[in-house]
Every structure is written in structure tokens, then in C-alpha cells.
């Protein structure tokens, strides 16, 4: 009798056996010329070859939908499983980015939003400017982790420079990482709302999400990576132009930033700004402007915006 063995990759096996291996004996019952054992997060697999490789095609179809939706029920595995033709899991509209947490549905709800979807689709790099609240770096993090849960990518890598509005580093507390904790906290804000906790957990230290400021990016190639720069119009010069070299084979780049929010000294030159006027019109580069219109926060954000814009042109 043919053996294989199927090893479940980043995904807790008990989640997806579900309770009692209840499952797992449903998938049992669409093969019953198979023989079915699960240990720990391996499936050993017993019966003719032809047989084997239905049964992987369509586990794997299984294994899709959870990365996907973070959930395997007794509805999806019969559609999955009974479908002749095994329609792929990650396939549909585009407008559903993530299923996160508890079933959450993480989209690209306004227009520029939607645009940032369609632009890194066609660029491997993009700019998303725009004031506060439009959206643009929990759409960078939700497309991030979209390229790796379908494995269009290997790593995610999110960064920005620890500078924040009159503060220090130095009068801040603690070791190295905890000082720049708070400064990456969006970030983590962000992920928390599209990737379970103990999954979420195992990336950061298994290194398959890093989060570090933009000074560590010094030096690095960063190839089949997603890479986010927040933050954005607080680089320098030389800052930026580091970061944007580090870009390596198979990776894809979105720099997010708001030039109405530079909290660099007196006279430094924005990064962010700088980069927009010398690259435009670079094959490969996308921009998307996102404005008021784009706003999901509390409804009176955008009025606070439309009142500080109205006084900065006056």
C-alpha cells in the first residue's frame, strides 16, 4: 500500500482537525478507499496512487480556505469537497481583502482604497499618501497579508522611523524593543485584527512577520518579501533613498505617509515628499492619493481635517 505524508505548515493542527477530530472524520467519509491518520500536524495518507492524489488536490483546497478565513466547518468542507471540479478557496471578488479575526471581513471600502488594491496589482512598488484616518496603512497591512496567506510572498516586513511628535527616544523607558514598541504600534493594531493571536505569535518569532524601525533596514535585501514603510514623510533623504534600494527579487514595496504630519526638525526635506516628485513617472511605481473622501474613522475626523486644511492654505 502507497504511503504519503501531508505536513500542515503554519497552521494549528487542532483548529483544523477540529474538536474531537470532527473534521477530519468528515474528510474521512469522501475517501473511504483512503486510509486517514493524523499525529501532531502531519496526515499520513494509505491507498493507490491515483486515489492519493485526488485526496491531496483536494486537501489542499482545505488548507486554501483556512489560511483564508481562519476556519474549516462542516458547510465548507462538504462545498469543497463534493465540488467535481474543486473550485479554488481564494478565488472570488477582490473586494474582501482578509477574513480576520472572528470571521471579520477586512475590504478596501472607499475609492482610493480600492485603488491601492488594483495599483499593486500592476506595480511592484506603490506610494499611498493622505492625511490621517483614509485607511492607508490597515489596507497596506491587510494586503500584506492577503500576498502571504495565498504565499505570493514569504515574509512580511513592516517598518517606520521611530520619530513621533516632540519625543525622544532616550526619555523613554526600558530596554531597546521596548522603546520602539509604541512606536510600531499600529502595526500591531493592524495584524491583530486579521491574524489569530497564537498564529500571529508564531510569525513574529519564527521571523515570518518582522516589525522594526526603518534605521534596522540598513544593509538588507529583501527578496519574496511584502514590505511596508509607514509613516513615511518622516524620512530623510538618505533614509528613503536607503530603504527603497533594499527592495529585492519577487518583493512588493507600499509606502504610506501623510506630507501634512512631518514631525522632522526645521528646514529637513521630507523623504516622502522628495521621493514623490524624483520618481514620478517610473514604470512599475504607483501613486494613489487618498483624501477626506476616504476617511472611516469617527465622522468628525474628517471635519477636524477639512478645518485644519482651511486654515494651512489660508
Not at 470532527?22 to 478507499?33: A, I, L, S, T
Request: cysteine-free; glycine content about 8%.
Amino acid at each position: 500500500m502507497n504511503e504519503r505524508i501531508i505536513e500542515l505548515e503554519d497552521i494549528a493542527a487542532n483548529d483544523f482537525f477540529g474538536p474531537h477530530n470532527r473534521n477530519m472524520d468528515q474528510v474521512k467519509k469522501h475517501f473511504p478507499k483512503v486510509k486517514v491518520v493524523t499525529r501532531g500536524n502531519k496526515v499520513r495518507i494509505y491507498g493507490e496512487p491515483a486515489l492519493l492524489d485526488d485526496f491531496e488536490k483536494r486537501f489542499g483546497e482545505l488548507v486554501k480556505y483556512f489560511h483564508r478565513y481562519n476556519k474549516l466547518d462542516d458547510n465548507s468542507i462538504e462545498r469543497l469537497l463534493s465540488d467535481d471540479k474543486v473550485k479554488s478557496a481564494t478565488g472570488g471578488s477582490d473586494e474582501v481583502l482578509v477574513h480576520g479575526v472572528s470571521g471579520r471581513l477586512i475590504k478596501a471600502i472607499s475609492v482610493n482604497q480600492r485603488k491601492m488594491v488594483e495599483e499593486i496589482r500592476r506595480n511592484d512598488m506603490i506610494f499611498a499618501v493622505g492625511p490621517a484616518g483614509t485607511g492607508k496603512t490597515y489596507t497596506a497591512v491587510a494586503l500584506a497579508v492577503r500576498a502571504l496567506k495565498d504565499k505570493q510572498v514569504r515574509r512580511i516586513v513592516l517598518t517606520r522611523p521611530a520619530v513621533e511628535s516632540g519625543e525622544n527616544l532616550g526619555f523613554l523607558p526600558g530596554d531597546l524593543k521596548e522603546k520602539l514598541d509604541p512606536y510600531m504600534q499600529p502595526l500591531y493594531d493592524a495584524l491583530r485584527d486579521m491574524i489569530p493571536y497564537e498564529r500571529l505569535q508564531a510569525y513574529l518569532e519564527k521571523g515570518v512577520i518582522q516589525i522594526a524601525p526603518l534605521a534596522f533596514m540598513r544593509g538588507r535585501t529583501l527578496d519574496s518579501a511584502f514590505v511596508i514603510l509607514d509613516e513615511a514623510q518622516n524620512t530623510t533623504h538618505n533614509q528613503m533613498k536607503m530603504f527603497l534600494t533594499r527592495m529585492g527579487k519577487h518583493a512588493k514595496f507600499i509606502i504610506t505617509g501623510d506630507p501634512g504630519q512631518i514631525d522632522l526638525p526645521r528646514r529637513q526635506v521630507s523623504g516622502l515628499k522628495e521621493s514623490l516628485l524624483a520618481l514620478k513617472g517610473i514604470k512599475g511605481i504607483g501613486v494613489v492619493h487618498l483624501d477626506e473622501q476616504d476617511v472611516i474613522r469617527h465622522k468628525l475626523v474628517k471635519k477636524i481635517i477639512d478645518a485644519y486644511t482651511s486654515i494651512e492654505t489660508d
